[in-house]
């Protein structure tokens, strides 16, 4: 079982900064397991967007509309990642996932419940 909860979220005027928690846990066999880790967003009746992903290899990948302005890393240490968000937009509001995804066989799919980003012009 692996369990995943965001944090950081809120009100930021535009050009403004937020950084992002997924504190992840569980047994170390179910984590071990996961290949990447993503922050997805979903602003209401929008579909949900990958924005962020990191690889167990260190590769990161980014939706066009934020490179250069946001960065993803993981600390395995604390069993965390981050979503650095600099800055933002208006169009960057929506609720922020953290999603863990296991890549073999039978592997999981993990989500936490969403952190809320607001920015405001």
């Known amino acids: 079982q692996v369990q995943l909860v965001e944090s950081g979220g809120g009100l930021v005027q535009a050009g403004g900064s937020l950084r992002l928690s997924c504190a992840a846990s569980?047994?170390?066999?179910?984590?071990?397991?996961?290949?990447?880790w993503n922050w997805y967003r979903q602003a209401p009746g929008n579909q949900r967007e990958l924005v962020a992903q990191?690889?167990?290899?260190?590769?990161?990948n980014y939706v066009d509309s934020v490179r250069g302005r946001f960065t993803i890393w993981r600390d395995t240490a604390k069993n965390t990642v981050y979503l650095q968000m600099n800055n933002l937009v208006p169009d960057d509001t929506a609720v922020y996932y953290c999603?863990?995804?296991?890549?073999?066989?039978?592997?999981?799919?993990?989500w936490g419940k969403g952190t809320l980003v607001t920015v405001s012009s």
């Open positions: 999603n863990g995804d296991s890549w073999d066989q039978g592997g999981m799919d993990y």
């Open positions: 569980g047994s170390s066999s179910s984590l071990d397991r996961i290949d990447a």
């Open positions: 990191i690889t167990r290899f260190d590769s990161t």
